[in-house]
């Protein structure tokens, strides 16, 4: 089956990076030492929501970022496309430094994500648990934030070295989470709810 055309392929590339940086920013407003106990008490008044949420929302992280940064040529990642770029002379020289630059600089957290992606998500690991997958691959929060940070430099290579726009993350993504979360958290406290379980962390410390 042939493949889609470049462009397409470039455009849904960017999408999903700036995909990947929402998941980041949501999960990161429930786990974030500055946020979580500002918030905690308005995600305990719907813990099986919240439990799920801010999971799925860091399941979503690393298979996102995990499928970018792989190496296939049968997948739409930051890699192939950079290659076929670069072989078929599709941006200029500077444009393919650009990304080769970015995609090097975060070449050793590539491992971390199919780690975590591999044992725990995309397939489960019959002699790893959560735990030790997590201490396997050893991956920070800050370390994510980078990692989605080294895709949108790519992308925005290949997009404006093919004449497409440039794209930008979403920055009301965290904003408008936190502001729901506190406001459940002043209606929760008008109406004097009691909380009998709690929301456990997610991800890793």
């Known amino acids: 089956m042939p493949s889609l055309p470049f462009d397409t392929r470039v455009d849904r590339l960017g999408h999903l990076t700036v995909l990947a940086r929402r998941f980041y920013d949501v999960w990161w407003v429930y786990v974030g030492a500055d946020t979580r106990p500002n918030i905690i008490d308005a995600m305990n008044r719907f813990p099986e929501f919240f439990r799920f949420d801010e999971h799925a929302n860091f399941v979503s992280l690393v298979t996102h970022l995990a499928s970018l940064f792989e190496n296939r040529n049968d997948t739409i990642n930051f890699e192939s496309l950079i290659a076929e770029a670069e072989k078929d002379g599709l941006i200029s020289d500077d444009r393919i430094a650009d990304a080769k630059s970015a ?25 790893l648990s959560y735990e030790a997958a997590f201490d396997k691959a050893a991956i ?11 895709g949108l430099t790519i992308a ?6 093919r004449g497409q726009r440039e794209i930008f993350f979403t920055k009301t993504t965290a904003s408008q989470t936190l502001k729901m979360l506190q406001t459940l958290k002043e209606r929760s406290r008008l109406h004097g709810d009691v909380y009998h379980s709690a929301v456990p962390r997610s991800g890793p410390a």
């Open 156 to 161: 925005n290579a290949l997009l404006v070295g």
């Open 140 to 150: 920070t929060p800050n370390q994510f934030r980078d990692l989605t940070s080294a």
């Open 103 to 127: 995609l090097s600089s975060v070449s050793h957290l590539r491992p971390k994500l199919a780690i975590l992606r591999s044992n725990l998500f995309s397939h489960r690991s019959k002699s």
